[in-house]
């Protein structure tokens, strides 16, 4: 069985840092693209960051591009998003994916596994 599980949501200032873990198990983690997205309330969910299978690539939304950084350790089966200067825009419910496409990036259709997501909120 297939889990993917996010920690390090909160509560933070603007201008602030957070730094968000997605634990994966029942998966060959090292095949797979992971991915971010976020839903903020009353909105459509969207793509925040995706990393490839060995961390040589990454592709991040214009939004959060030069703020937020993704890495992952396959050896732990743990993938990173680390948020820094925080808006109140970055407010929203953030969740890790995984994908077995190497087409995946932005393509939510692509991700397969989903998690249940983290409060992030960012106060101004």
């Known amino acids: 069985q297939v889990q993917l599980v996010e920690s390090g949501g909160g509560l933070v200032q603007a201008g602030g840092s957070l730094r968000l873990a997605c634990a994966a198990s029942?998966?060959?983690?090292?095949?797979?693209?992971m991915g971010w997205f976020r839903q903020a309330p009353g909105k459509e969910d969207e793509f925040v960051a995706a990393?490839?299978?060995?961390?040589?690539?990454?592709h991040y939304a214009d939004s959060v591009k030069g703020r937020f950084t993704m890495s992952r350790d396959n050896a732990k089966n743990l993938v990173y998003l680390q948020m820094d200067s925080l808006k109140p825009d970055d407010t929203a419910v953030y969740y890790c994916?995984?994908?077995?496409?190497?087409?995946?990036?932005?393509?939510?259709?692509?991700?397969?596994?989903w998690g249940q997501g983290t409060q992030v909120t960012v106060s101004s």
């Open positions: 029942g998966l060959t983690f090292s095949s797979y693209v």
């Open positions: 994916a995984a994908s077995t496409s190497s087409a995946a990036a932005y393509r939510r259709s692509l991700y397969r596994y």
């Open positions: 990393i490839n299978w060995n961390g040589a690539y990454t």
